[in-house]
């Protein structure tokens, strides 16, 4: 008699599967899941220095600055000189999987930065385009975690 033609042998083979369907699916814990880093940069970074020729310089046109929220989005302000105010660049997603800084613009447009952290408070920003000639490239640059400001304090009733 062939194996499959015994009248019982659907019910032990739906057993059989569920089980395993319930063992592979039902324990969230042993999945490897990445984690969010977004918390990581949350906080607002800003332009302090480029790299030219191995040599850190201090900025003096062409400042940034990147609102990192910890869900995921950002903002980003520029200005062409120090005496202007701040102009709004664009916002957007962004996702960050050590080392790559993924921004999503709401124009559609996206971009990878490769980010080294030289501190918690600094980070080494490389715009990875490899297709460009090295001396076509944007200069490393150096971003600044704000510092944030606490506000006015009461003091005690007397």
């Not at 969230?28 to 990581?40: F, N």
């Not at 980010?115 to 490239?137: F, I």
């Not at 944007?138 to 944030?148: L, N, Q, S, T």
Request: net charge neutral; charged share 20%; with cysteine.
């Amino acid at each position: 008699m062939p194996l499959f033609a015994h009248r019982h042998w659907p019910l032990p083979l739906a057993i059989l599967c569920v089980a395993f369907l319930f063992v592979s699916c039902g324990n969230p814990g042993q999945r490897s899941e990445k984690r969010d880093q977004a918390p990581h940069l949350a906080g607002i970074w800003t332009l302090n220095s480029r790299i030219a020729d191995g040599v850190e310089s201090p900025i003096s046109e062409r400042y940034m600055k990147l609102e990192l929220n910890p869900n995921g989005t950002f903002r980003a302000r520029y200005r062409g000189e120090q005496s202007q105010g701040w102009i709004r660049a664009g916002q957007g997603g962004f996702s960050y999987e050590p080392p790559y800084l993924n921004l999503y613009w709401e124009s559609g447009s996206a971009a990878t930065l490769l980010v080294s952290e030289l501190d918690p408070s600094r980070l080494l920003v490389h715009h990875g385009r490899n297709l460009v000639p090295l001396k076509d490239q944007e200069p490393d640059e150096i971003f600044v975690r704000e510092r944030m400001e606490k506000g006015p304090t009461r003091s005690p009733s007397s």
